[in-house]
């Protein structure tokens, strides 16, 4: 099974931030690695795909990269909107499933 | 708009069975390979079972298998998820998920249902 791995697991942050999340997965996944976000008693919300691609009405302050095991997700300017757990996903063994990280938890400082 | 909407968890004993039901709504069921996925207490997220856009194939992860069963009603929009032997450590919110593109298509879960909670405890 592919393991992932997010860091830190809380991030304390002012609104305007710019912030970075990682996500490490622990043999190539290609680029076959989404992201999600997750609010307080509310499904995921699909963000990223293929590590890179903006889900359809994604704000552009949301960015993806890497590709392989190392993957990061970076928000360019925090807004209120945006605290949240975020989770990476890989799908590279898909199928038939996939695996997700253990989420980062993005905190007003 | 697509809509999910899952009901049939509740609280049941260790080794009891449960039945999940989702109702969709909103898109073409019969033309998506569906899935659930689970999310314990305050942990991540968990892959749990998928069914083909067919209903022919059917998968599940090493945590389930053997004890699960995912089924689909294309014709009533409802996808089904039968628990048997029920583990504590099977207790979760489970969400039925919808890939982004049609067919048997990649894990990129586009819409999600509101979940229901499963608590398994003597």
Known sequence: ???????????????????????RASQSVSSD??????????????????????????PARFSGSGSGTEFTLTISSLQSEDFAIYYCQ?????????TFGQGTKLEIK | QVQLVESGGSAVQPGRSLRLSCAASGF??????????????????????????????????????GRFTISRDDSKNTLSLQMNSLRAED???YYCAKPRDFGDSIPLFDNWGQGTLVTVSS
Not at chain 1, 90 to 98: M, T
Not at chain 2, 31 to 60: F, N
């Open chain 1, 90 to 98: 890989q799908y590279n063994n898909w199928p038939p499933g996939c």
């Open chain 2, 28 to 65: 073409t069921l019969r033309s998506y390979g569906m899935y659930w996925v689970r999310q314990a207490p305050g942990k991540g997220l968990e892959w749990v079972a998928l069914i083909s856009y067919e209903g022919s194939d059917t998968d599940y992860a090493d945590s389930v298998k």
């Open chain 1, 33 to 58: 690695l989404a992201w999600y976000q997750q609010k307080p008693g509310q499904a995921p919300r699909l963000l990223i795909s293929g590590a890179s691609t903006r889900a359809t009405g994604v």
């Open chain 1, 1 to 23: 099974e592919i393991v992932m791995t997010q860091s830190p697991a809380t991030l304390s942050v002012s609104p305007g931030e710019r912030v970075t999340l990682s996500c």
């Open chain 2, 91 to 93: 207790t979760a919110v």
